[in-house]
Every structure is written in C-alpha cells, then in structure tokens.
C-alpha cells in the first residue's frame, strides 16, 4: 500500500508559478512510475507528467511541454511538479499517482487556481 498526500496548491496570477509537492510513505516509492494527474470542474481526468522509476525519462501533456517539470527524490520519497508560466487553463485539482505494474494510487489532490 501506498499512501500519497499533495501539497503546494494554491491561488496565483497568471504567468505565476507554483510547485506542487507529493509526499509518500508506506511502500518504497523508488519502484514505482509517478505521475501528475489534473481534474477542471466539469471536465475528466487529464495526464500532465508521468517520470520513471529510476528518474531519467519523463513525458509531458503537450498542453504543459516547456512550462512544467516533474523531478523525483527518492530519498525524500518526494515527487515534484514546478508549474511555470501558468495560464487560467491550468486551473483543476492535481492528482499525484504512483502505478507498478497492476497496482495504482491517488493522492487526495492539491487545487491550482489561476487568475487572468
């Protein structure tokens, strides 16, 4: 089992940035793909970023290719997601996910809020 809990969310202008962190604990988080996940209002569940295991290869939603970037500590059994250059499109709660092979997990999720 692995627990997953977000953080970092919050209000920001346009052209801001934030961070978004996701802490785990339970199983070792350094076998486990991770990824990002965002919900709008009204609207499905969308992939932002996903990063390996081991941390070299990582794959982006066009929508954010250039303005964000997923890293990994595994150490700090840590995920991040810094968020630049951010538009009123990228408002939704962000879903921090851990998948090996079957299994999934999801995060409580984090709100991003941005103003025009």
């Known amino acids: 089992q692995v627990q997953l809990v977000e953080s970092g969310g919050g209000l920001v202008q346009a052209g801001g940035f934030l961070r978004l962190s996701c802490a785990a604990s339970?199983?070792?988080?350094?076998?486990?793909?991770m990824g990002w996940y965002r919900q709008a209002l009204g609207k499905e569940r969308e992939f932002v970023a996903t990063?390996?295991?081991?941390?070299?290869?990582?794959d982006y939603a066009d929508s954010v290719k250039g303005r964000f970037t997923i890293s990994r500590d595994n150490a700090k059994a840590t995920v991040y997601l810094q968020m630049n250059s951010l538009k009123p499109e990228d408002t939704a709660i962000y879903y921090c996910?851990?998948?090996?092979?079957?299994?999934?997990?999801w995060g409580q999720g984090t709100q991003v809020t941005v103003s025009s």
């Open positions: 996910n851990a998948k090996k092979s079957s299994r999934s997990y």
């Open positions: 339970g199983r070792a988080l350094s076998t486990y793909d």
């Open positions: 990063i390996s295991w081991s941390g070299p290869n990582t």
